[in-house]
Every structure is written in structure tokens, then in C-alpha cells.
């Protein structure tokens, strides 16, 4: 292992600032270790596209690779290690589902229907909303924009985590009988005229945090009294009530950091970044749920890592073509584009 990292430490060296290597929260510590920055796959789009850097080696999965095409630079190109790394959940649905349905709701529901994906899909179903006035949103902000649009007296129709929907409208306190959930063959449950339905939530899930449940929080709440329980809105909804605190990855990052030395967590999220927690804050004791690791994340590692410097390299030097690019067609960008920067404008606003 040493000598790979010092190959990949080299390969750094000699491309300087032409590269900038990205890492989301969810990557091995070793990869963590030799990236320029770490956040969220939103704050990491953003800050991809606030440097120069000509090559972004992506370290996440396909989606987020694309969300940083979506706001880089028109020169910036983004290397992925490997293209294979995919995500379950945003392969739950796609722009001609997300049509098919979108048809079929409008005819039923009396509102107009406003489509908003998580950030955690790929870049058609962004563009489908931005084509549709539609808005993408993160876990951070999910509240802040299905409230946008319900205040506008129109419904939402949200995709594709079911649990972030759900566990952001019992935040909102919207009523159940104001909420359907769209199952993946297209049925709706509970079976109800939607013509008043204000929340529309497709039936996606993380397999990552589908698997924590109350008896995991029960055992360690028995194992350590005084333990903190904190876990991802993805999680299902009685998991989300039982624990003490829930937020995105960043939260959960920040909370632990900003709490006092010697406290208990309990952390609900993905293995690795539970892992690298407990190591950045030795301080404190920060225990698993239970071990849940994201294998598609865990398809970036030093070798391919090592392989996406050396061909950009050897593009550089006119050997051999670029590989490992990830690039999204200009129609679904312009699209995304639309969708995205009308999420800023409604966070920021």
C-alpha cells in the first residue's frame, strides 16, 4: 500500500494544479487521506467548480461525478476511477418513468404538480425537472423546498428516497391524508382520489440505511447509558423519531465534532464514514448502529485512483487518450442546470 500511495503522491506532483481530487464522506480513509477536500456530493460540486483545476478526479459514485460536470467549467473535464460505481437508489427511477407518472398524476391532482429530485440522482431526472419548473434539493434542504412550492398552494411530486420525503413532510407536520406514496409500478398507496394530495413521494430507497432499525438504537441506548443517537433522514421514519438527532452527512459530521469530549454517539450512516469519524475525534466514542458500508463507494480505491493520474498524465503528454471521463449531453445539462440553480435560488432566498 505504501508504494501505491507514493505513486499516486508523484503523479500529484507532476500534474500540480491541473488535477484537483474530490473526496465524498463515504470514501475509504486511505482515499480521504491523499484528496484536496471532503464534503457532501452538493458541497462537493461547488467547490469543484470554484477551482481552476483543468482534471477533477471524482472520488463518489456516477451521480455525483455528473453533479460536478453540471456546474464545472466549460474546460474543467471530471475523471472518475471507476465508471461502474453506481447508485442503487438513483437507478430507481429515470426521466421516462418520472414522465410516464408525471402525465398520469396531472390528470387526477387539481393542483399543478412540481417535480423535485434529490440531489442523489442522475443527471436526466435532474433535467426532468428543470424542464418541467422543477428544482432539485439536498437532504439539507429538502424542508425548505417542498415548503417553497406547497406555499404556492401546488403539489410536489418527490423522488426518489422515499424516506427523506416522508421523514422531511412529518417535519413540515403535512397530513397523512395529504400524502400518497408512488410504489415503482406506478400504484399508489394508500389508495385514495389524489385530487387534494399535496405530497407525491416515489417508493426509492439507500439499501446503506434501509438496514438500521429501533432495535439497533434499543441495544446501544441499553449497552451505553447516555449515548447520543444521530442518523441520516434516509433512514426509515420510525428509526429517524427513535434517534436523537437526524441530518445530512455534513450535520452528523458537524454535530459530533462540535460536542464535548468524552460523549457517546450512536451514528446511523454509512460504515466508512462512521469509521473516519471515530478516528478524526479519538476524544469521544463514536459506535456503528450497525456496520452498513456502501459498495459502490468502496469501488474507488488506490489502484484506480492511480490509474486516472496516470492517464491524465499520458493524455497530457500526448500518449494515449483520456480515460475514465464522465461528461453529461448538452440537453440534460441545460436542463440540470435550470434545476439546480433554482435550488440555490430558493436556499439562499
Known amino acids: 500500500m505504501t508504494k501505491i500511495v507514493e505513486q499516486i503522491k508523484e503523479l500529484k506532483n507532476l500534474l500540480g494544479n491541473r488535477v484537483i481530487i474530490p473526496a465524498h464522506h463515504y470514501q475509504k480513509i486511505e482515499i480521504v487521506r491523499l484528496s484536496d477536500f471532503v464534503g457532501d456530493s452538493y458541497k462537493l460540486a461547488v467547490d ?4 481552476e483545476s483543468e482534471f477533477i478526479v471524482f472520488c463518489g459514485v456516477k451521480f455525483m461525478a455528473e453533479g460536478a460536470f453540471l456546474l464545472a467549467k466549460k474546460y474543467q473535464k471530471i475523471i472518475m476511477p471507476d465508471l461502474n460505481a453506481g447508485c442503487p437508489m438513483a437507478d430507481m427511477i429515470d426521466s421516462e418513468i418520472a414522465e410516464k407518472l408525471y402525465k398520469k398524476l396531472n390528470k387526477s391532482c387539481k393542483r399543478e404538480i412540481i417535480p423535485i429530485v434529490y440531489m442523489n440522482s442522475y443527471a436526466d431526472m435532474k433535467s426532468f425537472c428543470g424542464e418541467k419548473d422543477g428544482c432539485v434539493c439536498t437532504s439539507s434542504n429538502a424542508g425548505k423546498i417542498i415548503e417553497y ?62 438496514v438500521f432499525t429501533t432495535d439497533d438504537i434499543f441495544k446501544l441506548r441499553e449497552r451505553y447509558p447516555g449515548i447520543k443517537i444521530i442518523v441520516h433522514p434516509e433512514c426509515d421514519e420510525e428509526v429517524v423519531n427513535s434517534s436523537d438527532i ?27 464514514f462512521v469509521l473516519r469519524i471515530a478516528d478524526d475525534f479519538k476524544d469521544k466514542k463514536i459506535i456503528p448502529l450497525r456496520n452498513s458500508p456502501c459498495k459502490n463507494m468502496g469501488k474507488i480505491n488506490l ?29 440534460l445539462r441545460l436542463h440540470a442546470q435550470k434545476a439546480l440553480k433554482k435550488m440555490i435560488e430558493i436556499s439562499q432566498g
Open 48 to 51: 469543484c467548480s470554484n477551482t
Open 246 to 272: 437526524s441530518g445530512s452527512t455534513q450535520k452528523i459530521y458537524q454535530t459530533i465534532k462540535d460536542s464535548p469530549q468524552g460523549s457517546i454517539w450512536g451514528v446511523g450512516t454509512e460504515l466508512n
Open 303 to 331: 489502484i484506480n485512483l492511480a490509474q486516472s493520474l496516470s492517464s491524465i498524465l499520458d493524455y497530457k503528454t500526448g500518449k494515449d487518450k483520456l480515460k475514465f471521463e464522465v461528461n453529461v449531453h448538452e440537453q
Open 149 to 210: 412550492y406547497l406555499s404556492q398552494d401546488k403539489a410536489v411530486f418527490f423522488s426518489p428516497d422515499y424516506n427523506l420525503g416522508i421523514n422531511t413532510a412529518r417535519q413540515l407536520k403535512i397530513p397523512s391524508e395529504e400524502i400518497v406514496k408512488i410504489n415503482r409500478d406506478l400504484t399508489i398507496e394508500p389508495e385514495m382520489d389524489i385530487e387534494n394530495v399535496k405530497l407525491f413521494i416515489w417508493d426509492g430507497f439507500c439499501h446503506v440505511h434501509k
